[in-house]
């Protein structure tokens, strides 16, 4: 069964880091690509980046490119989200999902996380 | 503002059908690129409910469907039942935007 269990979210000052983790279960980890999306309080979704299975490929939207930075490590199955210069539009569960190949692609995404929140606030 | 236009809500009594429509543009739908749609209960995680823009997971009932045409989509419900109340989102790739996208949801309930 696969699993996705993000954790590291909290509340943070605008400016402030963090770091999110999603470990993952189930599945050959290397084999999929992993994505971040995002939702703020009572909104939609918004994709937020992307990583290739081998990790040698990213993608990241525009309202969090330069600030964010996905990387995995797939002798730990675990996924990552390093956030720096947080900003109170940044406010929002996080979710990590897998991806249904290995390269980025354009597709969906198979299986999701619980989510973590962040709060960014001063 | 949803590169992916949905509306808002939809309502239908239990054993109906309804649709919830998607509209995107030349760079997302219309340039070819699959929609998928996600189901998200209340105070849960989304769940992959259609992909490739009519195929259904495992699991999922064939009382959903999805089809596309243009640059729209569409997610079909038949036989309603008090469990379908969520939100339901189309999701697609856009090549002007070299990102994933989404529709701003629809929630759908059941009177």
């Known amino acids: 069964e696969v699993q996705l269990l993000e954790s590291g979210g909290g509340f943070v000052q605008p400016g402030g880091s963090l770091r999110l983790s999603c470990a993952a279960s189930g599945f050959t980890f290397s084999s999929y690509a992993m994505t971040w999306v995002r939702q703020a309080p009572g909104k939609g979704l918004e994709w937020v980046s992307i990583?290739?299975?081998?990790?040698?490929?990213?993608y990241y939207a525009d309202s969090v490119r330069g600030r964010f930075t996905i990387s995995r490590d797939n002798s730990k199955n675990t996924l990552y989200l390093q956030m720096n210069s947080l900003r109170a539009e940044d406010t929002a569960v996080y979710y990590c999902a897998k991806a249904p190949i290995a390269v980025a692609g354009t597709g969906e995404f198979d299986y999701w996380g619980q989510g973590t929140l962040v709060t960014v606030s001063s | 503002q949803s590169v992916l236009t949905q509306p808002p809500s939809v309502s239908g009594a239990p054993g109906q059908r309804v649709t919830i429509s998607c509209t995107g543009s030349s760079s997302n739908i219309g340039a070819g690129y699959d929609v998928h749609w996600y189901q998200q209960l209340p105070g849960t995680a989304p769940k992959l409910l259609i992909y490739?823009?009519?195929n259904r997971p495992s699991g999922v009932p064939d009382r959903f469907s999805g089809s596309k045409s243009g640059t729209s989509a569409s997610l079909a419900i038949t036989g309603l039942q008090a469990g379908d109340e969520a939100d339901y989102y189309c999701q697609s790739y856009d090549s002007s935007l070299s990102g994933w996208v989404f529709g701003g949801g629809t929630k759908l309930t059941v009177l």
């Open positions: 990583i290739s299975g081998s990790g040698g490929t990213t």
């Open positions: 490739g823009n009519r």
